[in-house]
């Protein structure tokens, strides 16, 4: 089975400071996708950051990025400069054509002024 | 504009009743997916549907059935609903095999009492 763990059910950063969020997978698969999602209090699930995984270089997306290791299969994700907004869920999720896409439990994520 | 719709955004079950919950994308498309929410768990997936006329069982399928009417439409069925079902359920679509992200549904609050 295609299991993704994410270890730390909650997380807190200052505002400005940076924070790495981990996520762990297991697969035998050799080509996947890795992504990132966001979840605030509104319920909306939005697309942070994705990764292939035959791609060596890691994802960024402005002050996102990724930090992919995949024969730890590891997959964890950087935030920079952290804003208040950017306090939510913050789920990992693996994804292959014969499995769909499996989601980690979360991170609750909260930003301090 | 729309993306992936689901209806209604809110139900209250008795046990032992019976519903449907939609979905519909009008982004052409093929792999669609059903989730549930509960706290600490994060997303779980119940059924996906790779491409139009297929299904598969995810993680937690027991309790569930789907449907897949056409490329835009998947619906989830719950026959006999109970007090475990009561979660979040969320609609989502992608181009699976692409690595392209998924795009969900404002998701179903769902009570069983």
């Known amino acids: 089975a295609q299991t993704v763990t994410q270890s730390q059910p909650e997380m807190s950063v200052q505002e400005a400071e940076t924070v790495t969020l981990s996520c762990t997978y297991d697969t035998s698969e050799n080509n996947y996708y890795l992504f990132w999602y966001k979840q605030p209090p509104s319920r909306q699930m939005i697309l942070v950051i994705r990764?292939?995984?035959?791609?060596?270089q890691n994802a960024t997306e402005n002050r996102f990025s990724v930090n992919f290791q995949k024969a730890a299969k590891s997959f964890s994700l950087k935030i920079s400069d952290s804003q208040l907004g950017d306090t939510a869920m913050y789920f990992c999720a693996f994804m292959k054509h014969e499995f769909g896409m499996r989601f980690g439990a979360g991170t609750r994520l909260t930003v301090k002024p | 504009n729309a993306g992936v719709t689901q209806t209604p955004k809110f139900q209250v079950l008795k046990t032992g009743q019976s519903m449907t919950l939609q979905c519909a994308q009008d982004m052409n498309h093929n792999s669609m997916y059903w989730y549930r929410q509960d706290p600490g768990m994060g997303l779980r997936l119940i059924y996906y549907s790779a491409s139009e006329g297929t299904t598969d069982k995810g993680e937690v399928p027991n309790g569930y059935n789907v449907s897949r009417l056409n490329k835009r439409e998947f619906s989830l069925r719950l026959e006999s609903a109970a007090p475990s079902q009561t979660s979040v359920y969320f609609c989502?679509?992608?181009?699976?095999?692409?690595?392209?992200?998924?795009?969900f549904g404002q998701g179903t609050r769902l009570t069983v009492v």
């Open positions: 990764q292939e995984a035959y791609k060596q």
């Open positions: 989502a679509s992608s181009e699976l095999g692409t690595g392209a992200p998924a795009f």
